[in-house]
């Protein structure tokens, strides 16, 4: 077994990976405040049905409803760093945190049983190749969106997961600030978002490590949103489009970055956009360098 340090509340074990996780006890004690301690497992973060609330769920918290919900999701949102299987869930609940309902209130208990049965879930840095001295180092970006998304202001949600050298080093799930008029516009800002994530990263590798180039390869399931970025110029359907968003294709243009086209069942941003299933979950938690086996101390 590796040698286990703690940095900033979480484990760090460096054996033949990295292995990072929060102590179980973090989690426990979130189930603890809740009265959810002895509560049943969830197969799942959430479902497509917490989209949809009655009337009767959209009543307002209480002061100390409202309270423990703000405390419960602030630590949630801790966790992401190490959990990226619940980030779209969190990220949802965060959106309400000014003025949460009790159907906000179900999402979160929702969540809740699916931590309480995931807690030996564990983040996991292991690189499978390594780059020669004379190699170009390849970041590997996945992007997806959830068109018009949310039942209430039809926004979408961007995800997206990057890979260096076969290992997960960041993903995200963000609600996109513009409303798309379509799936491929949504996609298109999705792509964006990877592109920008993707610069920065590769600035950071040629200062740190001294090489002259990074290859970005960007990989989308979205034929149409491919299509959007790969063009020169906007087009008819898209005139309303601004600016920002059309930058790829200079970058494209330019070889700054490359788009290439994977099945959905090959993009694990897939769980950054929406509930997904229990069966599309764990197809994809490998990807995204989650350990979901039980720890052996």
Not at 100 to 114: V, W
Request: glycine fraction near 4%; include cysteine; proline fraction near 5%.
């Amino acid at each position: 077994p590796g040698k286990t340090v703690s940095f900033l509340g979480r484990n760090i074990t460096n054996g033949d990976s990295y292995d990072i996780s929060l102590s179980q006890d973090y989690v426990v004690n979130i189930l603890e405040e809740n009265n959810m301690l002895n509560c049943n497992p969830a197969p799942a973060p959430g479902t497509s049905a917490l989209k949809a609330p009655t009337a009767d769920h959209e009543q307002p918290l209480s002061t100390d409803e409202h309270a423990a919900y703000r405390r419960t999701v602030g630590k949630l949102q801790w966790m992401t760093y190490t959990r990226p299987d619940i980030i779209y869930a969190t990220k949802e609940l965060a959106r309400a945190l000014q003025a949460p309902t009790t159907a906000d209130q179900q999402k979160l208990k929702h969540l809740l049983r699916y931590l309480k049965g995931t807690q030996h879930y564990r983040q996991v840095i292991r690189p499978t190749a390594k780059i020669p001295p004379t190699q170009i180092p390849d970041l590997n970006i996945y992007v997806d969106s959830d068109w018009a998304g949310c039942p209430e202001t039809r926004r979408s949600t961007t995800g997206f997961l990057i890979t260096l050298l076969g290992a997960t080093i960041n993903y995200g799930s963000r609600t996109q600030a513009t409303i798309a008029l379509s799936s491929a516009e949504a996609e298109l800002y999705a792509i964006n978002t990877g592109a920008t994530e993707a610069l920065h990263l590769r600035n950071l590798l040629m200062e740190l490590f001294n090489v002259q180039k990074v290859n970005i390869k960007i990989h989308t399931d979205s034929s149409s949103g491919k299509s959007m970025a790969t063009r020169i110029g906007s087009s008819r359907k898209a005139k309303h489009v601004d600016l920002k968003h059309l930058f790829i294709q200079q970058l494209i243009s330019h070889d700054i970055v490359r788009l290439n086209k994977i099945h959905t069942n090959e993009n694990p941003a897939d769980i950054f956009t929406k509930y997904i299933s229990t069966k599309t979950l764990h197809r994809h938690l490998q990807a995204a360098g989650l350990n979901t086996q039980h720890h052996i101390h």
